[in-house]
């Protein structure tokens, strides 16, 4: 089944074309269209996505993750951050993305803005995943309409198997729930959940997770049995833990002893605001409890890194510490298998030496390919010269919304197929080379990694 040769077709120009007149490269362009054929036939695992639940979608719009239900809503997320980049005012988005908005207004809304935007990786996803799913090449005066009922007509009980199996062409995708620890998927195969330990050590709930769990967590005693009850109760479930505390501090998490830290909770638990340098040392604490628990239970460890969605507020300092602080936790906890999300974008340079050298890390493309599409070709052809090639998970759409992993997959498959035949036309790799590849970081190395899905095979 050739998942996206009607995508690509539709996008125009998917194809890097630079070579293809040269009479010399005759050779290298049969191989580049054999590689690009066999990857748009190849599904992918997808290692990281937001979904929420299909009969969500299927109701009214509720919250901030579902808050319209028009086309509009194709727009919700990284195209959103992009537009705010691009100067549409807040409330302006705000409107755009409500559900009280008529259609009409919303496209007068977005028209002075997405030709701004439509061309970044952002905006071709979206624009690829509307000639995917609606047959419409992009929004326009003339189209909007049309998307719109084609949007609507879309959603149906069963449409996420059909959007992202059928269409995205995943296998299954990894989802961290940003409602719940763990989300009791009504699709369990398709929807695999990682198990969110952020609320767990990053700013602790204790209310939540003391309610969900039925245990106190008045000392540090009784918040450690409460972590210890989500893993006990979700741990054999969930496909991986997943932390993005890297929005709010640094990665650099210290040794703190349980002396330490005990006096520190009870403060915490009592609702007193902790001095900044003794919370940092009860996260540090926590977070290490939890990293020995996911060693405990088998489960890969994900981590956000580099580049952070939304607009206005990233401290590239911070994120430039990112690669030398996973050194750090890679040496400390060797049996613990480190995935480090978005290629840490703009650090993926150091990343590649992180990876290289300690044999617990592996980097996962996820959401790489739409912050920057060519800096993610560039990082596939640099890794694949540089470090061992079973420690790339090449796919993650990272979205709320199904229909949106649809144009991700499309230029993820794109730039896969560029890096690969880039690397074959240079000298470094066989045409053969590339074949042996291609299953290799679509879906192998995933399902080498996770032991979820190695039972899901079995
Ligand atoms: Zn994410």
């Not at 539709?10 to 194809?15: H, I, K, L, Q, T």
């Not at 204790?206 to 989500?230: A, K, M, Y």
């Not at 560029?418 to 399902?447: H, K």
Request: proline share 5%.
């Amino acid at each position: 089944m050739d998942f996206t040769a009607k995508q690509v077709t539709a996008a125009g120009g998917c194809r890097p074309t630079g070579r293809r007149h040269n009479e010399k490269r005759d050779k290298p362009v049969s191989a580049r269209s054999g590689i690009e054929e066999l990857i748009n036939q190849t599904p992918f695992v997808d290692t990281h996505e937001h979904i929420i639940e299909e009969s969500v979608r299927l109701g009214e719009p509720a919250d901030g993750l579902y808050s319209c239900n028009d086309w509009a809503y194709l727009l919700w997320g990284y195209t959103r951050d992009d537009l705010a980049s691009a100067g549409m005012p807040e409330q302006v988005w705000h409107r755009l993305l409500n559900v009280g908005a008529d259609i009409d207004e919303k496209w007068r809304l977005l028209e002075p803005y997405w030709r701004y935007v439509r061309h970044t990786g952002y905006g071709q996803a979206t624009r690829l995943t509307i000639q995917s799913l609606y047959s419409e090449e992009d929004i326009t005066q003339d189209s909007y309409h049309r998307i719109h009922e084609k949007y609507l007509e879309l959603v149906r009980p069963g449409y996420y198997e059909h959007v992202l199996r059928g269409v995205a062409g995943v296998k299954s995708c990894q989802v961290n729930s940003l409602v719940d620890v763990f989300c009791k998927t009504e699709y369990p195969d398709l929807l695999m959940q990682d198990l969110s330990i952020v609320p767990m050590h990053s700013q602790p709930e204790i209310e939540n997770l003391c309610s969900e769990s039925g245990r106190p967590g008045d000392t540090l005693e009784q918040w450690h049995s409460v972590i210890d009850w989500f893993f006990e109760t979700y741990g054999l479930d969930a496909v991986a833990v997943k932390s993005q505390a890297a929005y709010r501090r640094r990665l650099d998490y210290a040794d703190i002893p349980p002396e330490q830290a005990a006096p520190l909770w009870e403060r915490y638990a009592r609702g007193e605001c902790l001095p900044a340098d003794q919370m940092k040392a009860l996260e540090d604490h926590l977070f290490r409890y939890c990293i020995n628990k996911a060693t405990e239970y088998k489960l890969p460890v994900k981590l956000h890194t580099g580049y952070y969605a939304g607009y206005g507020n990233m401290p590239l300092e911070r994120l430039s510490d990112n690669p030398s602080d996973m050194c750090l936790l890679a040496a400390q906890f060797p049996d613990t298998r480190f995935i480090v999300m978005h290629i840490g974008y703009p650090y993926q340079e150091a990343m590649l030496a992180l990876a290289k050298h300690y044999p617990n890390v592996t980097i996962d493309m996820c959401w790489a390919w739409i912050i920057n599409p060519a800096a993610s070709v560039r990082f596939v052809k640099d890794f694949l010269k540089g470090v061992p090639s079973n420690k790339l998970l090449s796919f993650g759409g990272d979205y709320v919304l199904a229909e949106q992993v649809v144009g991700h997959a499309v230029i993820a498959r794109r730039g896969l197929s560029q890096a690969l035949a880039e690397l074959i036309e240079d000298g470094w790799i066989s045409e053969e080379d590339a074949r042996e590849l291609v299953p290799q970081l679509m879906y192998g190395n995933a399902e080498s990694l996770f032991p979820r899905l190695q039972a899901a095979l079995a």
